[in-house]
């Protein structure tokens, strides 16, 4: 990646949220949040910064302006981010210094320091070391409630996403032939996600026996007339919001049985969808899936959680997994995606990425739900 700046709107999204993440540690008692390079930093302040084992950090103390330490060679791509008209200051550390000395100094009075989850081990373990009286806990509890909430903005940002992964779905079953491998079709959808994605961040092509398998990537095998196709993509897009959606496929007409599965399938995930609105449990909606699917005998192969949160990362909070009260609010935007999975026979999944809104849901896939029979 060159691009170091997210491409999001430089705007006055970004204004209020390290004042907002200064409030809250406050309130939570924590004195001062440090966050490495990933989806925290970008989200706080635009800033698309580059992982290395040289560390870049956002240092926020409560009643002090907000800083960025990186290492001199980063600073001039600094310049070109929203950290300026944010009031980040940038403060730079040469190669021959020590960066654990002056991250010591610029949190200089603070007791509790908070890192954000994905904080490289190695970086911590320095900064516990050049900080023997502080005491350091996760970022997570004060980042991921602003995260799982979107603003109108990133649900833009996820709408566009949504529809770049459809354009690559409405192409699949033009893809999908007897004799060809998993890995053929891969290497077409890999092509088409980039064509409006930075990066293509998973392909599962799972055909026939791996169809019932979840988390299949794609292999060699060869496909044959009579078997289900499972295709789950998704990627990131400029904007840094990531798509993933599956739909199933079938090569021929489709097996009775298999159909009939289908149509319970369908009906659990449109049930699930229906059943978003502020106010719901992150547990209610899985169990509304889970319910109908285990009524018709499928509970069992039902293997995973109803859905999971997605945003600058596809997989983040909230979980739609048994256990998890959390209420849904306005903004928070997760996946809907039930399956049944019978071990070496054949499964079916279909994912949408759906948004809660003040009235209900709002669907960003868009791509019909039904079995998509490919002609052969
Ligand atoms: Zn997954
Ligand atoms: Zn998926
Ligand atoms: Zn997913």
Redesign the pocket.
Known sequence: MTNRSSGLNKGTEFKERIPKLQADSVAQGVDAVVVGPGPDLRYLTGYNAHLSERITALVTVSDRAPVVLVPKLEEQGTRSTSLPTLGVSVVTWEETEDPFFALSELLDGADTVAVNDLFPARWLLKAQAALPQVGFVTAGPLVSPMRERKSPEEVEFLREAAEAIDEVHAQVANWLAPGLSERDVALKIQAAILERHSSADFIIVGSGPNSSA??HDYSDRIMSKGEPVVV?IGGTMPSGYCSDSTRTYFLGEPDPEFARLYAVLQQAQAAAVEAVQPGATCESIDAVARDILTDAGLGEQFL?RTG?GIGLET?EEPYIVAGNDLTLEPGMAFSVEPGFYDGGKWGARIEDIVVCTESGVDPLNRRPHELVVVDC
């Open positions: 979840p988390h789950d995973h999971h997989h």
